[in-house]
């Protein structure tokens, strides 16, 4: 693994002040992602790491702003935080702020993340007033408004400069982002049903006999019967999985174990929803740390071939 010091020399950020921001934010990366870490750190060039440490905080940051809290209060501090934003990245001076300083020079080295973080604010206020789902259309509008600009944050950065292969890319980034976060909202719902939130349209649990109420309780009454909910969501998850496979070939060959890693990582998890079934109302649910390791040992003996 590339020093992290040499990873910001690698990516020309010399000025110390800078060097610092980015020390603090990939500290934070590290401390609440730290699977994703490892393989940015493991897996991607070197010159990445710091813009891709940039996305995820500032990512990071967003969401602790609108997740917890009544709905007005998170638009307001959303609200708030996308005008700071603004001024700082439109300001010809570096800000303050770690968070914004580190987005700020990413922007300034790749110019296109500009677009990148305004189509991620401007979709955020979905996430904001999210308290779950009516109909399977609210989950594909909050993935195609909240869920993918995220995703692109980091994913354009690897993303292929022709333009038809461009759109085949975003198109395999839609897929991924699809199922990642249908797994997500099922490995998350206890969670999530605590908070008076879930992620599994409301219709489908009616169809099954169930209603919001069920899942808060947290009755072992209604695991058969969200046995059968998990099972077909998850279905669903695993077909748009697998529609992005061929992702990886459309990136710089540097580039693909990263992404071969990534989606590897969200068919374990997958899979350990698909065993937890109905039960992952009763506990969290993940990956085996052992397979998702090694995964990341078998893409790294591929990824040092390019180092």
Known sequence: MTGWPTALTKAGIADPRLRRAYDAQRG??????????????????????????????????????????AVDERTAALAAWDAETTAALESGEPPAQDGLLVL???????????ARVRDFLDGAPVDARWTGFETEADFQTYVDSYSLPGLMLTASLLAPADSDAYESYLK???????????????????????????????DEL??????????????????????????????????????????????????????DALIAVQELRL????????????????????????VLARQYRRARRYA
Request: include cysteine.
């Open 28 to 69: 934070i990366v590290r401390r609440y992602a730290l699977h994703e870490y490892v393989a940015v750190r493991l897996l991607l060039p070197a010159e990445l790491h710091p813009p891709v440490v940039a996305a995820v905080a500032y990512m990071h940051a967003t969401d602790e702003l609108i997740d917890t809290g």
């Open 104 to 114: 700020w020079d990413t922007v300034r080295r790749h110019p296109h993340m500009a």
């Open 172 to 202: 395999g980034c839609r897929d991924l982002i699809e199922g990642w976060q249908r797994s997500d909202f099922l490995a998350d719902l206890r969670e999530d049903a605590e908070n008076d939130r879930i992620g599994i349209p409301r």
């Open 206 to 259: 009616a169809r099954h006999g169930l209603k919001f109420e069920d899942l808060r309780s947290r009755s072992e009454e209604c695991v058969p019967a969200l046995d059968r909910v998990v099972r077909e969501q998850a279905g669903l998850a695993g077909t748009t999985l697998a529609g992005c496979r061929t992702l990886p070939e459309l990136v710089a060959a540097e580039h693909r174990p990263f992404l």
């Open 271 to 294: 899979g350990a929803v698909r065993r937890a079934g109905g039960k992952v109302l009763l506990h969290d649910t993940g990956p085996a740390t052992f397979a998702t390791l090694r």
